[in-house]
C-alpha cells in the first residue's frame, strides 16, 4: 500500500508543480521547511532520552488549542520532551513563538519515505493530532512501531463524513484503525464516526472542546494594552467609541462587513472596525477593498508608534494577535460562516471575553458550540450578509441587551470547560497501554 500511495501523491505532485510554484513564487507560501516535509529531515535535541510526545496541529487555529493541551500534558508529565509540528507556514510561524522551549517542526508530507524518517528522528512514544490530519502512511508507520496515535477535539462535519460514507471500508482500512483513540467534541461527531466504522479496537471518548478551556476571559492582558495603545483607542468612558470585530474572515466577507460598516455608521458614526483576515496571503487584498471605501485605514503591521485617535477602520495584519482583538470589541462577528464552503470560525474565543457575536448560518465545523451559545442567548445566528449588519446594529442601539448577552456567552464558556483533563485522561491510559505492550 505504501508504493501505490508514493505513486498517487507523486503524481498529484508532479500535476500540481506549477501552480505551487506560482503560489510560490506569489504569496512566498510552500517555500520554507522543504527538506522536512519532503523527506522528514528533522532535528530533536533529547540529550537525556526522555520519553517524546508529538502534537500536531495543522495551522494557526489548531496550534492555538495545542497552547491549553500541552500546557496541561506537561504539568502531568513534566519529564517529558514536547515536539509541535505544523502543516502551513503561518501554524509554524506561531507554533515558534507559542511554543519557544519546545521542538518545533514541519509535519511531513505523506509519502512513505519522509514520515518514516521523522518518526524515526522523533522516536515518539504518543502521536496527538489536534483535530484532523489523518494521512494513510503517517498512520500505518506509526502503528508499524507501535506509536499510539490520538486525534483530540474531533470532529466530523456532516460533509466530511458524506464523503467517508462513499468510501466506508476504504476509511476503515487506510486510517480509522491506525487511530489508537479519538477524543471527540461532541456525541453526534461520535455518533458518525461509528457509522463510518470506528471500531472497538479504537478508543472512542466524549470530552467536550478543549477551546473552551483555552478561551481566556482577561480584556487586560499585556497584548490587548499594547494593542489599544498602538490603534489609539481611549479606556473605558465617555471618549471611547463602540469596537466592531469581525475576525477570521474570507472572501467575500470582508466586502460584506464593510459595506455594513459603511452603512452603520450613519446610525453610529463613532463605531470603529478591526478587521482580522484569516489567511495572511490576503492581506493586501482586503487593505485594497478597505480604502475602497474612503475611509481611513490603519494596518496594523505598519504602526511603529501609537496613533493620536483611532481611525474608522483597523487592518490587523499580524498573526496571533486575534485574541487581543477580541479583548477591544463590544461586537462581533466571526467569518468562514456566510457563504456555504469553510464550515466557520470559533465563535468560542469572543464568547470567552463576554463578547455578543454575530455569525452565519454555516457553522458546521462548531455546530455544537455555535447551538449552545445561540440557545443561552450569547450570540446571534443571521441568515445571510443582510442579517449581520441588521444584527450588529440592533446591538449597538441596545448597550444593555449586550452586556446580558456577553455575560451569558461567558458564563456558557465557564460551564462547558474541563475538556483538557479529560483528554489527558485518554492520552495517559494510552501511554500506559504502550508501555504495556512493549514491555
Known amino acids: 500500500m505504501f508504493l501505490v500511495l508514493d505513486a498517487l501523491y507523486s503524481f498529484a505532485l508532479l500535476l500540481l508543480s506549477p501552480w505551487l510554484v ?29 520519553p517524546v510526545a508529538w502534537f500536531h496541529g495543522v495551522s494557526v487555529g489548531e496550534i492555538h488549542l495545542l497552547v491549553t493541551l500541552v500546557a496541561a500534558f506537561r504539568e502531568r508529565h513534566p519529564d517529558w520532551h514536547v515536539v509541535v509540528s505544523s502543516t502551513t507556514d503561518t501554524g509554524l510561524a506561531e507554533a515558534r513563538v507559542r511554543f519557544a522551549d519546545a521542538t518545533v517542526i514541519a509535519y511531513p508530507f505523506d509519502f512513505s519515505w519522509a514520515v518514516s ?28 512501531r507501535r506509536i499510539p496515535v490520538a486525534v483530540v477535539n474531533a470532529r466530523m462535519s456532516p460533509r466530511s463524513f458524506a464523503r467517508l460514507q462513499r468510501v466506508g471500508g476504504l476509511a476503515r482500512a487506510l486510517l480509522f484503525r491506525h487511530v489508537a483513540a479519538f477524543a471527540v467534541q461532541a456525541e453526534e461527531y461520535a455518533d458518525r464516526m461509528r457509522r463510518l466504522g470506528v471500531g472497538r479496537e479504537t ?23 499594547e494593542l489599544k ?71 496594523r503591521s505598519r504602526l511603529t508608534s501609537p496613533l493620536s485617535a483611532m481611525p474608522p477602520v483597523v487592518l490587523l495584519d499580524t498573526v496571533g494577535e486575534l485574541g487581543a482583538a477580541w479583548a477591544l470589541a463590544d ?21 470567552g471575553y463576554g463578547v455578543p457575536t454575530v455569525f452565519g448560518p454555516y457553522v458546521w465545523n462548531f455546530r455544537d458550540a455555535a447551538r449552545r451559545l445561540v440557545d443561552a442567548g ?16 440592533e446591538l449597538l442601539a441596545d448597550p444593555a441587551k449586550r452586556e446580558r448577552m456577553g455575560a451569558a456567552a461567558r458564563q456558557l464558556v465557564r460551564d462547558q470547560q474541563g475538556a483538557t483533563g479529560r483528554t489527558l485522561d485518554v492520552l495517559d491510559r494510552l501511554i500506559v497501554s504502550a508501555v504495556r505492550t512493549d514491555g
Open 22 to 50: 506560482w503560489r510560490a513564487a506569489t504569496t512566498g507560501r510552500y517555500r520554507h521547511g522543504l527538506a522536512a516535509k519532503l523527506l522528514g529531515r528533522v532535528a530533536v535535541s533529547n540529550p537525556n532520552g526522555r
Open 117 to 144: 524518517a521523522a518518526l524515526d528522528a522523533i522516536r515518539p512514544r504518543i502521536v496527538v493530532l489536534a483535530e484532523s490530519e489523518l494521512w494513510p502512511n503517517f498512520l500505518a508507520a506509526a502503528a508499524n
Open 203 to 225: 478508543v472512542l471518548t466524549v470530552t467536550g472542546s478543549v477551546k473552551y478551556d483555552g478561551a481566556a476571559g482577561d480584556r487586560d492582558t499585556p497584548k490587548a494594552r
Open 229 to 299: 495603545r498602538l490603534v489609539g483607542l481611549p479606556e473605558n468612558g465617555a471618549d471611547r467609541p463602540p469596537v466592531w470585530v469581525a475576525g477570521s474572515t474570507h472572501a467575500p466577507e470582508e466586502a460584506i462587513v464593510l459595506d455594513a460598516y459603511v452603512k452603520l455608521r450613519e446610525r453610529f458614526p463613532r463605531l470603529r472596525l478591526v478587521l482580522v483576515p484569516r489567511h495572511p496571503d490576503r492581506f493586501a487584498e482586503v487593505a485594497q477593498l478597505a480604502e475602497r471605501t474612503g475611509l481611513a485605514v490603519a494596518r
Open 331 to 351: 461586537v462581533g462577528y466571526t467569518g468562514g460562516s456566510l457563504d456555504g464552503k469553510r464550515g466557520g470560525q470559533s465563535m468560542i474565543e469572543p464568547a
Open 378 to 393: 450569547g450570540a446571534v445566528m443571521v441568515a445571510d450578509a443582510a442579517g449581520v449588519e441588521t444584527a450588529v446594529a
